[in-house]
């Protein structure tokens, strides 16, 4: 077999090499029907090619911080055994099967079309970080509409127009995004609350309330004002000033911290939507998949009127886009 052929029923390692985390999913290809098959991992979604079906078989995520290294001079060592133990890791005792490694963010920039990590020669396939952003919106969705915008909120928000062709390809434009993401909150709790561990973020948020630390509609008006309801934000964090007459405790001002990036993110998608068509949108990433933060982005969403869904696979939904992506580019041999 040649490298990067895909035969029945072998393996393939997907990886998505961001800034803050490293995701991958072990992928079986198969001709045969997908009702025959029970995925091993419930992160990642059974993903449709024009030949067969990937199966999922197992997932990891780790988080890397930004590594701030690359495959080339120094720094290619050290690359170079990141990986390999990140890919020892998710593949185990099938490591001898995978036949080839899709990669996309980032970190993954660098990477040759061949690399031998642990004594073996692996294919590279790359696949630029907003195609598969766009084809994770078609990737375990169930989405119908052919136009949608893929929102991708991580460390930072990227917002991709993905358009379904007739032949199931999709086609990826860039065209909006914000430094507002999960690296905000992270960096506003740190500096308001010094707390710097994401789940204790989420822990004090959830008895907190935003408005206590924001400036709302009602505290200017007494009364909501057009589309917007009284308790609607008239400037984030406003209220943490030390004129104001309003009481809040540290779970407040963590609530409020998850209120500004989801206000600030639902308000530049629905705008972004608008302006290019698009008839849906779907929101993943790692922040996607917090409770808080859905439950304050759906807020925003309803009160804006605002057609969308959540990837039922956040964090791990650019891995089945990029995989996506590959099958209907490349032919896979008999």
């Not at 308790?231 to 609530?255: C, E, G, I, Q, Y």
């Amino acid at each position: 077999m040649r490298a990067g052929e895909m035969k029945n029923n072998n393996v393939v390692a997907v990886l998505d090499m961001g800034a803050t985390f490293w995701k991958g999913a072990l992928y079986r290809f198969s001709r045969s029907s997908l009702k025959k098959h029970e995925p091993s991992s419930k992160e990642c979604p059974v993903v449709k090619s024009p030949r067969g079906y990937f199966v999922p078989l197992r997932s990891a995520l780790e988080k890397r911080g930004n590594l701030g290294l690359t495959y080339s001079g120094r720094s290619r060592r050290k690359f170079t055994d990141a990986l390999s133990s990140f890919l020892s890791s998710l593949a185990g005792p099938q490591l001898a099967e995978v036949s080839s490694v899709i990669v996309t963010g980032g970190n993954s920039a660098s990477l040759p079309p061949n690399i031998k990590l642990m004594g073996v020669t692996f294919p590279v396939f790359h696949v630029p970080e907003f195609d598969a952003l766009a084809n994770s919106a078609f990737s375990g969705t169930g989405v119908r509409s052919d136009k949608v915008l893929a929102v991708s909120v991580g460390t930072g928000t990227a917002m991709v127009l993905a358009s379904r062709l007739p032949s199931g390809r999709v086609t990826s434009k860039h065209v909006s995004g914000t430094g507002i993401g999960g690296g905000t909150l992270s960096g506003l709790a740190s500096a308001l609350l010094n707390v710097s561990s994401f789940s204790e973020i989420e822990r004090l948020s959830m008895q907190g309330v935003a408005s206590r630390c924001n400036l709302t509609i009602g505290d200017i008006l007494g009364s909501g004002i057009g589309l917007l309801p009284a308790d609607a934000t008239a400037s984030n964090l406003a209220s943490l000033s030390s004129d104001s007459k309003k009481k809040h405790s540290p779970s407040d001002v963590a609530r409020a911290c998850f209120s500004l990036v989801a206000e600030t993110v639902g308000m530049l998608s629905l705008q972004s939507a608008k302006a290019n068509g698009a008839s849906r949108i779907i929101f993943s990433g790692t922040l996607a998949g917090s409770p808080v933060f859905r439950e304050d982005l759906s807020a925003v969403m309803r009160m804006l009127h605002a057609g969308f869904v959540f990837h039922p696979f956040p964090a791990f939904a650019a891995l089945a886009g990029a995989l996506r992506h590959h099958a209907f580019s490349h032919a896979f041999s008999e």
